[in-house]
């Protein structure tokens, strides 16, 4: 039986592309992991648990700001794009990478506008350190050097070569461990350290952009950017996938990727330092994930359009029984050795940090082995079913919270996210896979 499973995957042309690609960005990130594990060995040490979760109130803020306004253009771009550029359209194809490229430089620059605006806001409420109001604004200027990375990021899928994401990730990775280390060594400051950050996302910006040119300029010629708008006569659909994937974004980043900035809001910045630790260490879950879903989406929306059910069907059942089987045991792992793993990244100082990872683990294996479910629906044109169903099970996570986490502390903030990763998760799932079945029947 197993013979005949491996046999299958290894004939299975697509499945291995998949991991081909995936298994790149994994050498990549596996490589920029251990450099991240070491920097926040040190940042963890230099800064203390205060430091820490105050330096994450400053790095979540800009990017918490930047997603409310974020048109996940990267989405766009593999949805629509990648069709245009699967049909030989490369007219509609390069006006949607100029509208998109466009679309997103506008919204970095309103983010930034809207941060260094209410940088005193985020300083009395989330913060609640006086004097440091001034490091919001610094931060987000990473934001402008960023104009172009949701689409990039889209333009390296569709075209095959996401690969040179992971290279760019490993060298912004290498740099920040030399400054990150060089601070360490000389007793640098919280200013030196958001430095470093700063660096980093500059240079994961403008080197993703650059990327990007290169693969469109071979894909679609030197003179791309040129094409009219017009070409494109769907645009009312275009602009309906763009503001839904907004709004589910933006809900997405409120309820489920902004723990840091919840837990100074309902407790301090020492409890969001333990969080940050305790969330950083279970989000090396993505490690493997991430990789897998860059790789996937692609794959999914062009078995779509090909309306290729029965294949969908088989490649998605393939990628789960990967990921479980890597979730299922990285989970058990957290729970036998987690305490060591906080001990050794940032000191005995951090265990508290442990019941809060333990909460945190359900969850976050639940969503990283159904990470297909959100990519799936808006390749079946069904981007207005993940607002519906993340904006209740979030709104019931955020009532909860305002009851339990100032009673029970950070333990509650990750029962609560997990509880939110799994409704979620589970509904869209199985609605996508429900959507695949209605439409293989023709019902």
């Known amino acids: 039986m197993f013979h005949r499973i491996r046999t299958s995957l290894r004939e299975d042309n697509l499945f291995r592309r998949v991991v081909g690609n995936s298994l790149h960005l994994f050498s990549n990130n596996t490589i920029a992991l251990a450099l991240s594990v070491l920097q926040g060995a040190l940042v963890t040490r230099l800064l203390g648990p205060s430091g820490f979760g105050l330096l994450g109130i400053i790095l979540f803020y800009a990017s918490t700001v930047n997603s409310v306004f974020s048109f996940r253009m990267s989405e766009v771009v593999v949805r629509y794009g990648g069709e245009y ?103 640098g400051t919280l200013q030196t350290i958001l430095f470093a950050y700063l660096l980093s996302k500059t240079i994961l910006g403008l080197g993703m952009f650059i990327a990007a040119q290169i693969q469109l300029h071979r894909a679609l ?54 969080y940050r630790v305790a969330y950083t260490l ?7 994930t991430d990789p897998l879903i860059a790789s996937t989406f692609p ?31 990285i989970a058990v792992g957290f729970v036998l050795f987690g305490k060591w793993m906080i001990s050794i990244y940032s000191g005995e100082g951090y265990l508290s940090a442990y019941p809060a990872m333990i909460a945190l683990v359900v969850g976050l294996a639940f969503n990283y082995t159904l990470f297909w479910n959100r990519p799936l629906l808006l390749s079946l044109g069904m981007p207005e079913y993940p607002i519906k169903v993340t904006l209740i099970v979030g709104l019931i996570k955020i009532a909860l919270a305002f009851v339990l ?26 609605r996508g896979v429900k959507e695949i079945r209605r439409l293989e029947t023709g019902d």
């Open 405 to 430: 986490v100032p009673r029970f502390g950070i333990v509650a903030a990750g029962a609560l996210l997990s509880f939110y990763y799994v409704a979620s998760v589970g509904v869209m799932a199985w």
């Open 299 to 329: 794959e999914i929306n062009r078995l779509v359009v090909q309306s290729a059910w029965a294949r969908l069907k088989d490649f998605l059942r393939k990628v789960t029984s990967l990921s479980l089987a890597y979730n299922a045991a």
């Open 221 to 274: 010629g030197k003179g791309w950017w040129r094409e009219s708008f017009s070409v494109i006569a769907s645009w009312r659909e275009l602009i309906w996938f763009a503001v839904s994937s907004n709004v589910s974004a933006t809900i997405i980043k409120i309820f489920r990727e902004s723990e840091i900035l919840w837990v100074g809001f309902f407790l301090s910045t020492t409890a969001a330092g333990y």
């Open 85 to 187: 550029l699967e049909k030989g359209e490369k007219d509609k194809a390069s006006a949607l990478m100029k509208a998109a490229a466009l679309t997103e430089l506008f919204v970095s620059i309103l983010a930034f506008v809207i941060v260094a605006v209410t940088a005193f806001w985020a300083e009395a409420n989330l913060a609640k350190t006086s004097g440091i109001a001034w490091m919001f604004p610094v931060y987000a200027i990473g934001l402008l050097a960023n104009f172009n990375t949701e689409t990039a990021t889209g333009i390296l899928q569709v075209t095959n070569k996401i690969k040179l994401q992971g290279t760019v990730n490993l060298l912004q990775s290498i740099v920040t461990t030399i400054v990150i280390v060089a601070a360490f060594l000389t007793g």
């Open 282 to 288: 279970v989000s090396f879950l993505s490690i493997v």
